[in-house]
């Protein structure tokens, strides 16, 4: 992997409807962490409690994927 890469990280409800950008640009080699809690998306009832779906993406300079993951989280309230 490259010393810089596009990190794309998007929060999925359900229905597959996006509900959160956590990230999206180019970022150096390294290890990140993003909060996925009402408290960055603004208000408490933006969010509801239950199961939501994460998916990354890590694209070289071609925007070729060189690394992808997806799962499942639970948000409680």
Same mark, same amino acid.
């Given at each position: %992997?490259?010393? $810089?890469? $596009?990190? %794309?990280?998007?929060?999925?409800?359900? $229905? #597959?409807? %996006?509900? *959160?950008?956590?990230?999206? #640009? %180019?970022?150096?080699?390294?290890?990140?962490?993003?909060?996925? *809690?009402? @408290? *960055?998306?603004?208000?408490?009832?933006?969010? *509801?409690?239950?199961?939501?779906?994460?998916?990354?993406?890590?694209?070289?300079?071609? @925007?070729?994927?060189?690394?992808?993951?997806?799962? @499942?989280?639970?948000?409680? @309230?």
């Amino acid at each position: %992997i490259e010393a $810089e890469n $596009e990190v %794309i990280l998007r929060v999925y409800n359900v $229905e #597959g409807e %996006i509900v *959160s950008v956590l990230e999206n #640009g %180019i970022l150096p080699a390294g290890e990140y962490e993003r909060e996925f *809690s009402p @408290k *960055s998306r603004g208000t408490l009832e933006d969010l *509801s409690s239950g199961v939501y779906f994460y998916r990354l993406i890590v694209r070289d300079n071609n @925007k070729r994927p060189v690394f992808m993951d997806a799962g @499942k989280m639970v948000l409680v @309230k």
